[in-house]
């Protein structure tokens, strides 16, 4: 059993940054693969980036690719989604996701409760 916790949701403006963690208990972390999806009002929840266990993989959806990095401290059992250059269509709910078949699997075993981003115009 895996418990996600997000963090770090809230409102910012057009342009700006905010940073999401995901606080994990996990008896090892390493062993799943993280990633970060998010839902928008009246719509269906979508793959948003992706990290292999170890750090070392990264994925990206088209629409936040060069905006958004993700990272996981695994030592601290956490994954960071940090967010710049940011669009009122970047806002929704945030969650975060642990796999352990891949990073690009489309089985998530768990998921965080989520944590609210709203970017205004």
């Known amino acids: 059993q895996v418990h996600l916790v997000e963090s770090g949701g809230g409102l910012v403006q057009t342009g700006g940054s905010l940073r999401l963690a995901c606080a994990a208990s996990a008896r090892t972390f390493t062993d799943y693969n993280m990633g970060w999806f998010r839902k928008f009002p009246g719509g269906e929840r979508e793959f948003v980036a992706s990290v292999s266990g170890a750090g070392i993989n990264t994925y990206y959806s088209d629409s936040v690719k060069g905006r958004f990095e993700i990272s996981r401290d695994n030592a601290e059992d956490t994954v960071f989604l940090q967010m710049n250059s940011l669009k009122p269509e970047d806002t929704a709910v945030y969650y975060c996701?642990?796999?352990?078949?891949?990073?690009?699997?489309?089985?998530?075993?768990?998921w965080g409760q989520g944590t609210q981003v709203t970017v205004s115009s």
């Open positions: 996701a642990a796999s352990s078949v891949g990073p690009l699997s489309n089985k998530w075993d768990y």
